[in-house]
């Protein structure tokens, strides 16, 4: 079965910093661009970045909202994404979701998502 | 940045009815688009890609079109199982962008 895992989301204060990470199975993880897609408390969707297979030097693409705070990373020999997050605000606050994206461009398999709070 | 503005943000139907939404794109996007259905507390489920072609496993009342600046999703007959939100995004260029999104509901 295809499946993305989200974790390490939390309570972090603002300023903080938090990494989020995202476990692929049933599918080449090698293979794919991967996206976090994050969605605020009762709002709309949110495109947080990209990252690019090795055939295209993991070269990365970010949210104007996001960039020089937020760093997606991956690991193909462990099938994981990761979500670097710094400087953290409250407009932050979310839940993320890792999401596969298809040799298409589009957003075929998504995790269930983990929710990252930003509050003092 | 391409802004998408859906149409309307909240429709209310019912059981067999026929339902459109609509997304409209600031600058042309020849057919980089997709629409994504949510139900509550789910993630997100792509339909549609590259504006008309249907998903594999999504019903066949769903149906897309449309090119450059005008999209349309139509739900022919609605089941209960359709009532949700839906997105329309875009591909085309960065950074992606979403559709502020349509509530379809129960009448």
């Known amino acids: 079965e295809v499946q993305l895992v989200e974790s390490g989301g939390g309570l972090v204060q603002p300023g903080g910093s938090l990494r989020l990470s995202c476990a692929a199975s049933g599918f080449t993880f090698s293979d794919h661009y991967m996206d976090w897609v994050r969605q605020a408390p009762g709002k709309g969707l949110e495109w947080v970045g990209r990252?690019?297979?090795?055939?295209?030097?993991?070269?990365?693409e970010y949210a104007a909202s996001v960039k020089g705070r937020f760093t997606i990373s991956r690991d193909d020999s462990k099938n994981s994404l990761y979500l670097q997050m710094n400087s953290l605000k409250t407009e932050d606050t979310a839940i993320y979701y890792c999401?596969?994206?298809?040799?298409?461009?589009?957003?075929?398999?998504w995790g269930t998502g983990t929710t990252v709070t930003v509050s003092s | 940045d391409i802004q998408l503005t859906q149409s309307p943000s909240f429709v209310s139907a019912s059981v067999g009815d026929r339902v459109t939404i609509t997304c409209r794109a600031s600058q042309g996007i020849s057919s980089f688009l997709g629409w994504y259905q949510q139900k509550p507390g789910k993630a997100p489920k792509l339909l549609i890609y590259a504006a008309s072609t249907l998903q594999s496993g999504v019903p066949s009342r769903f149906s897309g079109s449309g090119s450059g600046t005008k999209f349309t999703l139509t739900v022919s007959s609605l089941q209960p199982e359709d009532f949700a939100t839906y997105y329309c995004r875009q591909r085309s260029a960065y950074p992606i962008t979403f559709g502020q999104g349509t509530r379809l509901e129960i009448k």
């Open positions: 999401v596969r994206v298809n040799d298409d461009y589009y957003l075929d398999v």
């Open positions: 990252i690019r297979k090795r055939a295209n030097s993991y070269t990365t």
